[in-house]
């Protein structure tokens, strides 16, 4: 059962990632990696993990991919022109890294020969899971609300407008006048 | 019957399209939607590698650090995009080559 959609789906996720690299328009690279993360989603569920499925389209596919196309649709984005600029060096390098990084990983997964059961026995239930999160794993789960805290608190302090008075932007936004008092808070 | 190693396969494949977006791509939204790739990309490996050992009765620890990559994830997007929303006030504009003021 699993089986026959395990390769239809991570195939589907395979090109669809090479879309979001691809696509020169972001909002059309926001919504590939949507189906992106439903597709990987999916490829969870045939791995048995239904907790895991829904947490990744909730948390990806609802939150983290709204919050992606909100500021797409803030900022204001123009169609990128591929190597416009030439093509630099650094960037041939990245590439051919990544590619032999790639093979790496294709190496090393072939050292795993054990197959997946195919009797479903559902670990990744809701169940099981909140019962590690709350006897084994809860340490580091207070740790991640932390973590979270931190960012929340970071993303606060970096989106004020900036106290003192830098050189700002001479972007076609910042034509209205500054109050002094730091008014326009976005 | 599914191979591990094909999940990983796959897992390795999504890995090395977001990096290769990472390094191709001037538009920084993108760059971070390539870093979101890679990170779903060492979920997708965890869940296989936490599928593996079946006859633990257990949740395994595998299964367990998905969250915990989901919740850095987050963190990182937002903290991401904040800074997206920066460089847009500070250049006008998301492209990377924007980003020339260190330049010696």
């Known amino acids: ?186 | 019957m599914i191979p591990v190693s094909h999940v990983f396969i796959i897992a390795g494949f999504i890995f090395t399209i977001g990096m290769v977006g990472i390094f191709i791509r001037r538009n920084l939204l993108v760059v971070f939607m390539g870093i979101e790739l890679m990170f779903n990309a060492a979920n997708l490996a965890f869940v296989g590698a936490g599928r593996m050992h079946p006859e633990l009765s257990v949740i395994s620890d595998g299964f367990a650090s998905v969250p915990f990559v989901m919740a850095v994830a987050a963190a990182e997007a937002a903290v991401g995009l904040a800074l997206v929303v920066a460089m847009y006030r500070a250049t006008g504009g998301t492209d990377t080559d924007l980003l020339r003021s260190m330049k010696g």
């Open chain 1, 1 to 186: 059962m699993n089986i026959l959609f395990f390769y239809p789906i991570s195939a589907l996720v395979i090109f669809l990632s090479c879309g979001v690299v691809y696509a020169a328009n972001p909002v059309h690279c926001a919504i590939l990696l949507v189906a992106v993360m439903i597709g990987i989603a999916g490829l969870f569920l045939c791995l048995g993990c239904e907790l895991l499925a829904m947490l990744q389209i909730l948390v990806y596919a609802g939150a983290i991919m709204v919050l992606f196309l909100f500021i797409v649709m803030t900022v204001d984005t123009r169609k990128e022109e591929k190597f416009a600029n030439g093509v630099k060096l650094a960037q041939t390098w990245g590439v051919f890294l990544s590619v032999a990084l790639g093979l790496l990983f294709l190496f090393i997964s072939l050292q795993f020969s054990r197959h997946l059961p195919d009797s479903v026995k559902w670990l990744g239930d809701a169940k099981s899971m909140g019962a590690a999160f709350l006897n084994n794993y809860a340490l580091p789960f207070e740790a991640i609300t932390m973590v979270l805290l931190a960012a929340m608190v970071g993303v606060v302090v970096m989106s004020r407008e900036p106290m003192s008075q830098g050189p700002m932007s001479q972007g076609p936004t910042s034509q209205g006048p500054k109050t002094a008092s730091g008014g326009n808070q976005a």
